[in-house]
């Protein structure tokens, strides 16, 4: 957790700034959101700030400036700092001092140099990234106040695009419902999803204007395919993902475990989901018990990682089948006789699998089982 003075930017006092406002050093404030908490404080725009807690403060740089503004990051939440700051027209300065409590800081965007840390939520069945709004969204795509989530990927031929949905648009409803954050976006995208609806009312602010418009979603999956989605009980990996892909792509999911008992003869497609907790799946009597029943009806089925054993450990006719999964259990596929491919996925008649190494192995892979799904129906 990092600590942050919001909502204020600075620069540095190179030369020739430093000439042009007749200062020698220090470091200028270049902007004060209007009631922010720096606002309140005490701080204005123009101010030039020449001590923070007593000690001299001084940026010539953008590397200066940095490291100035790391040391303050770097603070713990909820303690105090004051700044001394230079204030009014050259040849009338006053010395002045601000004293403000630091606060946990917000996140950020992806901006110039800095890395993003705000999670993007996204359906690639759509087309549509989003995430929530920060204050410096607000403060550099000059945003309006009001609540709602940030559109930040609208991919070109895709529904989203087809919707007119563009990147910095705040969809702050929909189907009339409010969705003032991710939560919120998330649960009434979705169960509009889960019903397959055609189409999704949007309530789309841009700019000063306020707008209507529906996503229709064009659900990959063929209606009615039941999907199985089997999850460890811990340290698991990408659900969310999955969870997400698979209801905007029409399927009639149910997420379960092993212990649930479940016939697979109920559903299309057994998927078992990754992280380190899957490897109980392969010693696991229900999970082989599920496979082998699924491997029998011939559905479908597919794993993502460590999860890939346990079809390894149950489908009887596994010799030659192509399969792919973490390299550390590559020597135990090739035991079982099974073709290793090493790919990052791999099909193999209703076979699908995949390395599980991030996120886009995962949305790939979810794109081979939908072809595969869609072929056996």
Do not use: C
Request: hydrophobic share 40%.
């Amino acid at each position: 957790v990092r600590a942050d003075l919001p909502s204020y930017l600075t620069s540095e006092l190179y030369s020739e700034l430093a000439r042009a406002l007749d200062v020698e050093k220090g470091i200028l404030v270049t902007s004060v959101v209007a009631n922010s908490a720096a606002y309140k404080a005490g701080l204005r725009e123009g101010d030039i700030i020449v001590e923070t807690d007593g000690q001299p403060s001084s940026a010539r740089t953008r590397v200066e400036l940095l490291d100035y503004e790391w040391e303050i990051v770097t603070r713990k939440p909820g303690s105090d700092i004051t700044f001394t700051v230079l204030r009014g027209p050259a040849g009338a300065r006053q010395k002045q001092t601000v004293t403000a409590k630091l606060e946990s800081m917000d996140l950020i965007p992806k901006w110039g140099l800095h890395a993003g840390e705000i999670p993007e939520q996204r359906y690639d069945a759509l087309g549509l990234g989003i995430r929530q709004i920060v204050t410096l969204d607000r403060i550099l795509g000059n945003l309006p106040p009001v609540k709602g989530v940030l559109v930040s990927t609208s991919r070109s031929s895709e529904p989203a695009e087809k919707a007119d949905l563009r990147e910095k648009d705040i969809i702050t409803h929909v189907d009339g419902k409010p969705t003032p954050d991710l939560a919120s976006f998330q649960r009434e995208l979705e169960a509009r999803l889960a019903t397959r609806a055609t189409a999704i009312p949007l309530t789309v602010v841009r700019g000063r204007a306020t707008l209507t418009t529906a996503i229709a979603p064009f659900y990959g999956l063929r209606e009615k395919t039941k999907v199985a989605l089997i999850i460890p009980s811990k340290d698991q990996e990408f659900v969310d993902l999955l969870q997400r892909e698979l209801t905007a792509s029409g399927a009639v999911l149910t997420v379960t475990s092993p212990t649930a008992e479940i016939k697979a003869a109920d559903f299309d497609v057994i998927l078992f989901a990754g992280g380190v907790g899957s490897r109980a799946f392969r010693t696991d009597e229900n999970a082989l018990r599920i496979v082998r029943e699924a491997a029998e009806g011939k559905k479908t089925i597919a794993a993502v990682g460590s999860a890939v054993m346990v079809l390894a450990n149950a489908i009887p006719d596994i010799k030659g089948r192509k399969l792919t999964t973490i390299q550390e259990d590559s020597t135990e596929v090739i035991a079982r006789q099974a073709n290793y491919t090493g790919k990052t996925v791999e099909t193999d008649g209703n076979l699908v699998t995949t390395t599980g190494f991030d996120r886009a192995a995962v949305r790939t892979f979810l794109k081979a089982l939908y072809r595969t799904a869609r072929d056996k129906s």
